[in-house]
């Protein structure tokens, strides 16, 4: 294949003011570079639409940098190496990396996170999701910070999503009553049919609190918290002596302008009068791990045991759509798109 000339990209536009809109990104065609020795070029197959880059599109962050106004929007991707000058990636390699909302990736061993794919009977698409970066942060959070007992009631918000389908089902494998907490009915059938939770319950019910109270009546042990604001008080008025919460996201506050408001939930729950165990975690906090969490994903995936959901969107130029109707709930799993 002829190396290619030109690179597409999207890029930032303007920081967000409050909801982000489609304006807020632009696509950029750029010239392409040559390969530098131990490089390698890859062109991205999948791309990874996630809710944690919002916060990252406004001027001032608070645990992560920005991403400034002409930056390509980061995400992890796959594809395969269709040029290199390294000897450990060559032609045809299906390759995982940190790459970009943009066609094409100019890699290297120096790069923080990439490696080549391992063989799988899984679709590729699962490494942007229970196999990567989603179902990591669900494995790390439920345990390196729940530590779940066997007979305990764990509670997940944003279940039928990425991260929160993923948490539940392993809570389940370690033996807890699991109850979900999703935006539609039919998220929530999802969640108890599908994925096996015990209950679902839809936050925008007029009844949801006593319904929350009727589905946990020996309190809350566990809290996977991946939403923030008025859910995280009601969720608390519930949860036992010994309580452990595990903050994976706050997708309540990510429109706000300013992010001095992230840590709102660990800031809510630790505030408390008998404050449970809770904390804010990035899963690169066990980036040494990784290697642990993705035998034991792509295992429990190929056994059956772990069940995800996904929305493959074609073409590069839509990742801007795919992301605003990703943070207007417009959306059921994980969101994936596919460049052709």
């Known amino acids: 294949m002829r190396y290619p000339e030109t690179n597409i990209h999207v890029t930032l536009a303007n920081h967000p003011n409050g909801k982000v809109d489609v304006s807020d990104f632009k696509i950029e065609y750029v010239a392409l570079r040559p390969l530098e020795m ?20 406004n001027m001032n962050t608070e645990y992560v940098n920005p991403i400034n106004v002409g930056d390509v929007i980061s995400c992890e991707a796959t594809g395969t190496v269709i040029a290199s000058r390294n000897a450990n990636y060559t032609l045809g390699d ?23 794919l391992p063989t799988t ?3 590729e698409s699962v490494f942007l999701n229970s196999a990567g970066t989603s179902g990591r942060s669900a494995y790390f959070g439920i345990h390196r910070i729940a530590h779940p007992r066997p007979g305990e009631t764990m509670v997940v918000s944003a279940a039928a999503g990425p991260v ?14 699991v109850v979900g907490i999703a935006g539609t009915t039919e998220k929530c059938r999802y969640v108890v049919e599908v994925l096996g939770f015990d209950e679902c319950i839809n936050y925008k019910d007029s009844d949801f609190r006593e319904q929350l109270r009727k589905a946990c009546p020996q309190g809350i042990d566990i809290y996977f918290e991946n939403v923030g604001g008025p859910l995280s008080v009601i969720v608390a008025r519930y949860l ?40 804010f975690f990035l899963v690169t906090e066990w980036f040494k791990d990784y290697a642990e969490s993705d035998s ?12 995800h959901k996904e929305t493959i969107t074609q073409g590069l130029d839509a990742a801007p759509q795919v992301f605003v109707d990703l943070m207007n709930s417009r959306h059921f799993g994980k969101q994936v798109v596919e460049i052709i």
């Open 296 to 307: 034991w994903l792509i295992n429990a995936l190929e056994q059956g045991k772990l069940k």
């Open 164 to 177: 929160g389908s993923i948490a539940g089902q392993i809570g389940k494998i370690e033996g807890c009553r």
């Open 240 to 279: 036992n002596e010994g309580a452990r919460v595990p903050i994976c996201g706050s997708v309540a506050h990510y429109d706000s302008h300013s992010t001095a408001s992230v840590s709102g939930p660990a800031e809510f729950f630790s505030s408390l009068p008998d404050a449970p165990t809770n904390r």
């Open 38 to 57: 131990g490089e390698f070029l890859i062109a991205n197959q999948y791309i990874s639409i996630d809710p944690y880059v919002r916060p990252r599109l």
């Open 121 to 123: 009977s899984l679709p």
């Open 94 to 116: 299906r390759v995982y990396a940190y790459s970009g909302w943009k066609k094409y990736h100019i890699g290297s061993d120096k790069d923080f996170l990439i490696r080549k």
